[in-house]
């Protein structure tokens, strides 16, 4: 049964880009808090892939989402923002099973900063109590790297292999292409998917080279701030579209 979930949007490890988003959350704060503990288990299976400088700015940027968060902003070294659209993403999830718990996390991309910065924005979030419980289930898992709260095992999958579930007890996993709108993408590889996904494309469309560089020229025309667009993330975008463009025509 689903208990928990939690998306992340974020660009992939490569990418000279580094943006992190939230997407889709269910986090029950009520007793027994199942959002929280998903939260401090992504924050302890993640704290450690921070480096020197990041582990010294996270305290503080922990202290400032006590009252909430703005975004956009920068954190440790990411773009925090709203907007989704070319991010890849993750999703985390606990779920129950038998008499126990399992966190299953999404080790989509191998990128473990972005998870954490999710799950701190996630808690953030959420309304004043329930935030400051969700941040102090946070705080004690960094202060345990690696460890699970107790009871919890846990589950490395990518979102591919996710079953579709929901949160009513005893409801069957759904069959792929059915449920979730995210469903219609199954079989379709994570890198692939976040090129045509930058390019606006339909997970059934029919990719012909021409197509594909006809939307590139017309997407980069569109970001380009001579043609309106704002100058702030114009270079970004551009790099962003020539990276998925290379994706979806196998170049090298």
């Given amino acids: 049964m689903l208990l928990a979930e939690l998306t992340v949007r974020h660009t992939r490890r490569h990418m000279p880009t580094r943006r992190v988003a939230l997407g889709d959350r269910v986090l029950p704060t009520g007793h027994p808090g199942y959002g929280p503990i998903l939260l401090a288990c992504l924050a302890a299976t993640t704290i450690e892939g921070l480096?020197?400088?990041?582990?010294?700015?996270?305290?503080?940027?922990?202290?400032?989402?006590?009252?909430?968060l703005a975004v956009p902003r920068r954190a440790l070294r990411f773009r925090l923002q709203v907007d989704t659209e070319g991010l890849a993403y993750s999703r985390h999830r606990l779920l129950g099973e038998g008499q126990g718990l399992v966190a299953e996390l999404d080790v989509h991309a191998h990128h473990p900063v972005p998870q954490l910065l999710g799950a701190v924005m996630a808690a953030a979030a959420l309304a004043s109590y329930p935030r400051q419980l969700a941040l102090r289930a946070i705080e004690g898992a960094i202060e345990r790297p690696g460890v699970l709260p107790e009871g919890i095992t846990a589950r490395w999958v990518t979102h591919i292999q996710q079953a579709t579930g929901d949160f009513r007890a005893g409801r069957a996993p759904a069959a792929p292409g059915k449920g979730r709108a995210t469903d219609v993408w199954w079989g379709v590889p994570a890198e692939r998917r976040w090129a045509m996904e930058v390019f606006g494309f339909s997970p059934d469309a029919s990719l012909e080279r021409e197509d594909v560089l006809r939307r590139f020229r017309r997407l980069v025309r569109l970001a380009h701030p001579d043609h309106g667009a704002a100058h702030g993330g114009a270079a970004e975008r551009i790099v962003e579209l020539g990276e998925a463009r290379r994706v979806l025509l196998h170049e090298r």
């Fill in 51 to 68: 480096d020197e400088e990041q582990a010294e700015a996270l305290l503080p940027f922990l202290r400032e989402a006590r009252n909430g």
